[in-house]
């Protein structure tokens, strides 16, 4: 059964940006695929709900929005006529990729008088991590893109794992399911991942900001509980494992190995963390997992899952051969899979929230805070962006 579809289902009213965002939120880069796949060949991908043309032009990915203003024709339909150009399959009008200027109208012959009257709206791009990333925003000057990647990825020499997944359902079950303090000891009791890490029942846990970031910090954890009248629950697996002697901020194992010093050098306050606009960060002591929640629409999104090991050279080589050996299909296939199942079903609001929720609802106040400072930046900035009315 398939979650209804959220338009009209919305009374997140105290936090109006964050249900009007269903789309996602602009003013931010979001990875769209991997770099091998833009080619010279036109591709479509949709990003926030707009229709956006992917094209490479000798080294460089370059996005328009795909459709033609002549008659509305998709312009990743055409192809290149002319180099830092693509043309639209109709008549042939033909945009330069850099300015979306209206290079040519064909058809019209050389000395086309609607030349230099047509301008085509580009989206900026960048490529890092092997991926292709657009920012969306209102008209503004993005912000370098290395401001918002995670601080510990931009000049560290790291080794990166990923898979990209189109997903049913909306970002936000998507980016509140991966920050939700409840699902991972429960509805990943059964992931075989749990060979390398047990869980326990419960945790007392705090949520705190540093920077742009909203921290999970485990204060206790609870291996076993009683629940009166109904019986002993310990949430172990059938391998039995045994919980870790020492749980710390990042105890995100039931190893004792070196932190890495990339790592450690970050002195994370919790194992657990997102940030905007939907990017989930997992500490373990020799390797960070990511997950941008990248909204494709209302309905669906595109899950980026990055595996990243601060290691270099031939130091690499275990990482690889972890990765592929059973990272790649245990964590990024089976475990996540039971994250895609959940967001798939999800239907809320209305909602009934417990107290592990408050991981929910510090990022929807981080979220809500965050647009609130952006409308009035931009407002500086003579840009006036209203909340869309859900
Ligand atoms: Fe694109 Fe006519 S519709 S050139």
């Known amino acids: 059964q398939r979650a209804a579809r959220l338009p009209g289902r919305q ?22 695929g991997y770099s091998s796949r833009f080619t010279g060949k036109p591709r479509q991908i949709t990003l926030l709900g707009e229709k956006i043309v992917v094209i490479r032009d000798r080294g460089t990915v370059y996005a328009l929005k795909d459709r033609c203003p002549h008659r509305g024709v998709p312009l990743s339909e055409g192809n290149q006529q002319f180099p830092g150009t693509i043309s639209c399959p109709y008549h042939g009008w033909t945009f330069d990729l850099k300015t979306g200027d209206l290079a040519a109208a064909i058809t019209d012959g050389p000395s086309s008088p609607i030349c230099g009257k047509v301008t085509q709206p580009t989206y900026p791009v960048e490529e890092r991590l092997g991926m292709v990333w657009i920012f969306v925003g209102d008209g503004e000057q993005p912000h370098p893109i290395d401001e918002q990647l995670p601080e510990e990825l931009v000049g560290n020499a790291a080794v990166v794992g990923s898979r990209i997944q189109p997903r049913e359902g909306n970002w936000r079950f998507a980016c509140e399911n991966g920050y939700d303090e409840g699902h991972a000891k429960y509805l990943h009791r059964t992931a075989l991942w749990r060979l390398f890490k047990p869980m326990p029942v419960w945790n007392e846990t705090r949520i705190i900001q540093r920077g742009r970031w909203i921290y999970r910090v485990q204060d206790k954890q609870y291996w076993t509980a009683d629940f009166p009248g109904l019986g002993r629950w310990d949430n172990q697996a059938w391998f039995k494992m045994k919980p870790p002697k020492q749980v710390g901020n990042i105890g995100n194992t039931i190893s004792h190995r070196e932190t890495n010093p990339v790592i450690a050098a970050q002195e994370f306050p919790g194992f657990a963390s997102v940030s ?11 390797f960070i997992h990511y997950e941008f929640y990248v909204p494709v629409d209302a309905d669906n999104h595109l899950y ?12 690499a080589l275990p990482f ?11 964590f990024h296939g089976q475990f996540s899979a039971q994250d895609k199942w959940m967001v798939e079903v999800t239907d809320a609001p209305p909602e009934k929230l417990y107290r592990p929720d408050d991981s929910l609802l510090k990022w929807r106040k981080l979220a809500e805070d965050t647009c609130e400072d952006r409308v009035e930046r931009l407002a500086g900035q003579g840009i006036t962006v209203t909340v869309p009315e859900v």
Do not use: C, E, N
Request: charged residues 15%.
């Open 11 to 32: 009374d997140w009213s105290s936090w109006p940006h964050y249900q009007a965002a269903a789309a996602g939120f602009r003013g931010y880069w979001y990875p769209v």
């Open 320 to 330: 690889y051969a972890k990765y592929l050996g059973f990272v790649r299909w245990l």
């Open 276 to 286: 905007m606009p939907g990017v989930l960060r997992i500490v373990y002591p020799t």
């Open 304 to 315: 980026v899952g990055v595996m990243a090991d601060f290691r270099r050279g031939w130091r």
